[in-house]
T-cell receptor
Framework: AQKVTQAQTEISVVEKEDVTLDCVYE???????LFWYKQPPSGELVFLIR??????QNEISGRYSWNFQKSTSSFNFTITASQVVDSAVYFC?????????????FGTGTSLTVIP | SAVISQKPSRDICQRGTSLTIQCQVD?????MFWYRQQPGQSLTLIAT?????????ESGFVIDKFPISRPNLTFSTLTVSNMSPEDSSIYLC????????????FGPGTRLTVT
C-alpha cells in the first residue's frame, strides 16, 4: 500500500490564484515526520518544510502555508497568490523508523503549472 | 544544510556498458542515499551508502547491478552496470543525518539515457 498519496497528478492555475496540494499519509507509528519538497524544471529537489507528528500547528512562510491534521492523516500545502516561478513538481514525504533505520517514503508528486 | 554536487550531470550510454556517478558533499554527513527517478515518476530508493561497509540495498536492487562505494563521509559513487534502456532515468544522490526527523538534501541529479 502506498504510504504517501498525492491524488492530484497535475494542477494548472492562473497566476495569482491560490492552490492547495493534497497529501495523505499512512503510518502506525506515533512518532514520524512529514516533509514537502519542490522539484523545479531544473530537476534539483528543494526542501521546503518538515513537521513532526506531535506538532499540529499550521505553519506559514510567506506565500506558503501547511495544514497538518492527524485526524485525517493529511498534510496539505497551500500556495497563495501563485506565481509562474511556483511551477514545479511538489513531493510530500513521510519519515518513520524501520528495522533497518529511518526510511523516507515519497508520494508520486503533483505537477503544478502556473499560467501567466 | 549541505551542498551536493554530482558528476556527470547527464550522459548518453550504449546498452551493455557501465556508468559511474559521483556524489560529493561539502561537509561530513552521516547518511548518503541513492535514488532513481524514472520519467514522470516519484523517487525510488536504491540503497543507503554506508561509510566503510557495504551499502544497504532496497528490495528489487542488487549490488551486482548497482555497486556503490563510500570511502569517506563526503563522497560516494553509484555504478549502473550492464545498462539497458530500462535504466534510463534520473539518478539522485541525497545526504542526511541519522535522526528520524532529519531532512534529506538532494544533489542536482544525473540524467542517464541508455540507447
Amino acid at each position: 500500500a502506498q504510504k504517501v498519496t498525492q491524488a492530484q497528478t497535475e494542477i494548472s492555475v492562473v497566476e495569482k490564484e491560490d492552490v492547495t496540494l493534497d497529501c495523505v499519509y499512512e503510518t502506525r507509528d506515533t512518532t514520524y515526520y512529514l516533509f514537502w519538497y519542490k522539484q523545479p524544471p531544473s530537476g534539483e529537489l528543494v526542501f521546503l518544510i518538515r513537521r513532526n507528528s506531535f506538532d499540529e500547528q499550521n505553519e506559514i512562510s510567506g506565500r506558503y502555508s501547511w495544514n497538518f491534521q492527524k485526524s485525517t492523516s493529511s498534510f496539505n500545502f497551500t500556495i497563495t497568490a501563485s506565481q509562474v516561478v511556483d511551477s514545479a513538481v511538489y513531493f510530500c514525504a513521510l519519515s518513520e523508523a524501520t528495522n533497518t533505520g529511518n526510511q523516507f517514503y515519497f508520494g508520486t508528486g503533483t505537477s503544478l503549472t502556473v499560467i501567466p | 544544510s549541505a551542498v551536493i554536487s554530482q558528476k556527470p550531470s547527464r550522459d548518453i550510454c550504449q546498452r551493455g556498458t557501465s556508468l559511474t556517478i559521483q556524489c560529493q558533499v561539502d561537509s561530513q554527513v552521516t547518511m548518503m542515499f541513492w535514488y532513481r527517478q524514472q520519467p514522470g515518476q516519484s523517487l525510488t530508493l536504491i540503497a543507503t551508502a554506508n561509510q566503510g561497509s557495504e551499502a544497504t540495498y532496497e528490495s528489487g536492487f542488487v549490488i551486482d547491478k548497482f555497486p556503490i562505494s563510500r570511502p569517506n563521509l563526503t563522497f560516494s559513487t553509484l555504478t549502473v552496470s550492464n545498462m539497458s534502456p530500462e535504466d534510463s532515468s534520473i539518478y539522485l544522490c541525497s545526504v542526511g543525518w541519522a535522526g528520524l526527523g532529519d531532512e534529506q538534501y538532494f544533489g542536482p541529479g544525473t540524467r542517464l539515457t541508455v540507447t
